[in-house]
């Protein structure tokens, strides 16, 4: 457990030369991932997996346009999964939304950035008190679902 509190997309840019990425900065402090900039001849991170739990995040942080497969945002204080918070993430597979006390409901059409979701976990969320059919609508991939 270190005690980082704000990290920057772009600091994994020069050391994957074009490798895929797994990151991993669980048990942290972070509060706020600064994105990467859309600038011209700045490469995205090749970041395929990313272990954001535990942090102190209030808000899914925008990932937008990094390859990934996988993301864990498991024990966040999350309270709102809004349309949108996975936006520019069409390649994600692997979802951990687990443990988040305080998340008292999903969006409608929440996860319709995500196409290709094929494993959901929404296991622990004790505050969790609806999860209406539109909530998984366009999840055509989905082979796993856990809201135990």
């Known amino acids: 457990h270190n005690q980082l509190r ?11 030369q074009g490798r895929a990425l797994h990151v991993d900065l669980s048990h942290n402090l972070i509060h706020r991932l600064v994105p990467h900039p859309a600038r011209a001849g700045l490469p995205a991170p090749a970041i ?3 272990n954001l739990a535990w942090n102190r995040l209030h808000a899914v942080p925008n990932l937008q346009d990094l390859p990934l497969r996988y993301l864990s ?6 309270a709102v999964i ?8 069409a390649g994600l597979t692997h979802l951990s939304l687990a443990s988040l006390q305080r998340l008292p409901e999903l969006a409608p059409y929440g996860f ?3 196409p290709g979701l094929q494993v959901l976990d929404l296991s622990g969320n ?4 609806w999860a209406g059919a539109e909530v998984f609508s366009g999840l055509n991939s989905l082979q796993e679902l856990d809201l135990s």
């Open 6 to 16: 704000e990290v920057s997309v772009s600091a994994f840019t020069t050391h994957s």
């Open 48 to 50: 395929q997996s990313l």
């Open 73 to 78: 945002l498991d024990g966040n204080p999350l």
């Open 82 to 89: 809004g349309p949108g918070a996975f936006a520019g993430l």
């Open 112 to 114: 319709r950035e995500l």
């Open 126 to 129: 004790p505050k969790l008190n």
